[in-house]
């Protein structure tokens, strides 16, 4: 029997393929498990548009990162810390304080999560913060930090 997958299987195959198997494990492994389906051609023409669909709209969201990356390229906010003798600041702005900073600022709603620092911002100056909007695009943001008067 020809089986379409429906999730990936170590002994079977990956997501999407279409394979021989037995007829008595597709019967009672496979086709109750949700493993697969049988490979009728309805099946396998709706998987083919099923397929499609999700290849448009992964596009779609791909384009909108890049298009929010695109304008988020040349934004800055401004982070006041206390500075204490020698310029020696207390403590560091953590991603939370920075996501916090961007909604305020900016207007951007952004987890925490998707921020990502190369180094900690525990001095005087600017910093580079990445923000995670898709597998593929990160955009950057410039993090100032100033001292608090």
Do not use: C
Request: hydrophobic share 40%.
């Amino acid at each position: 029997m020809k089986v379409i997958l429906l999730v990936d299987d170590r002994k079977l195959g990956k997501k999407g393929q279409i394979i021989e198997i037995n007829d008595g494990y597709a019967r009672n492994y496979v086709l109750p498990k949700k493993v697969g389906i049988e490979a009728t051609p309805k099946n396998i023409n709706d998987w083919k548009l099923k397929k499609q669909h999700e290849d448009k709209v992964a596009a779609e969201k791909l384009a909108e990162a890049e298009a929010l990356a695109a304008e988020l390229k040349d934004k800055q906010v401004v982070a006041k810390m206390k500075v204490g003798a020698g310029g020696k600041t207390f403590g560091s702005v953590s991603t939370k304080e920075i996501a916090e900073l961007i909604k305020q600022q900016l207007g951007y709603d952004f987890d925490k999560k998707k921020l990502v620092l190369k180094d900690p911002a525990k001095g005087i100056g600017g910093y580079q913060v990445g923000i995670k909007l898709h597998p593929e695009v990160t955009a950057q943001i410039l993090l100032n930090v100033v001292e608090e008067v």
